[in-house]
């Protein structure tokens, strides 16, 4: 069975940080593009960070409100995805989702989007100031 799991959400203070863990199960994670979306209360889900390309193939993609505080790691031999998120603010707060998509991945205007590809069922990340 096809599954994404995300874990690692919480509560935390601004200026905190938290470590998002997506596992994949039923496919190999290393074919496919992955990324980060979140979805805030009362918004549309948006792209995050992503990595395009193979492991090692590509620069990871961000938006530019978490440049320089987000990243995002792929480790094949764990069929994972990780977001190490820093310095979190209280507009990160929302439902992260982790999203699989098969190469070569759609990009609009700069993001990734998971078009028919496999979601997680989301991890709540809520950041108090």
């Known amino acids: 069975q096809v599954r994404l799991v995300e874990s690692g959400g919480d509560s935390v203070q601004s200026g905190g940080s938290l470590r998002l863990t997506c596992q994949a199960s039923?496919?190999?994670?290393?074919?496919?593009?992955v990324g980060w979306f979140r979805q805030a209360p009362g918004k549309g889900r948006e792209g995050v960070s992503c990595?395009?390309?193979?492991?090692?193939?590509?620069?990871?993609r961000h938006i530019a409100s978490v440049q320089g505080r987000f990243s995002i790691v792929r480790d094949n031999a764990r069929n994972a995805v990780y977001l190490q998120m820093d310095n979190l603010k209280p507009e990160d707060t929302g439902v992260y989702y982790c999203?699989?998509?098969?190469?070569?991945?759609?990009?609009?205007?700069?993001?990734?989007?998971?078009?028919?590809?496999?979601w997680g069922q989301g991890t709540q990340v809520t950041v108090s100031s």
């Open positions: 039923g496919f190999r994670l290393g074919y496919y593009a």
């Open positions: 999203g699989a998509e098969p190469f070569p991945i759609s990009i609009v205007n700069g993001m990734c989007v998971v078009r028919s590809g496999y």
């Open positions: 990595l395009p390309g193979r492991d090692g193939d590509g620069s990871p």
